[in-house]
């Protein structure tokens, strides 16, 4: 079964970082695309960074330069580094494991989320 567990969100102000874990169990993780999506009070959710199985690191163009994401395959842990921090970050931030060559909002493999707030 597989499983997903973020942590690492936070409150911060305008410009300060956080970083994001999702510890990752049940399956092989070359095997899939993990993703980073989040959702905001009254949008819908969106892609904001990815591990594709298919062609590497993809990132949302809001996002470029400030986000990165890794992954730790000997701990199956991937990573969010949120950098210079903007209050239009403030969503709930989930973690999703995709069987596809890349991330969709079509998996069912999701955590719980995790809460970040960037105020000004």
């Known amino acids: 079964e597989v499983q997903l567990v973020e942590s690492g969100g936070g409150l911060v102000q305008t410009g300060w970082s956080l970083r994001l874990s999702c510890a990752a169990s049940?399956?092989?993780?070359?095997?899939?695309?993990i993703g980073w999506f989040r959702q905001a009070p009254g949008k819908e959710r969106e892609g904001a960074a990815c591990?594709?199985?298919?062609?590497?690191?993809i990132y949302r163009d809001s996002v470029k330069g400030r986000f990165t994401t890794s992954s730790d395959n000997a701990k199956n842990t991937v990573y969010l580094q949120m950098n210079s921090l903007k209050p239009e970050a403030t969503a709930i931030y989930y973690c999703?494991?995709?069987?596809?060559?890349?991330?969709?909002?079509?998996?069912?493999?999701w955590g719980q989320g995790t809460q970040v707030t960037v105020f000004s």
């Open positions: 591990i594709s199985r298919g062609i590497g690191t």
């Open positions: 049940g399956f092989t993780f070359n095997d899939y695309s």
């Open positions: 999703s494991a995709d069987a596809r060559a890349f991330c969709t909002n079509k998996t069912t493999n």
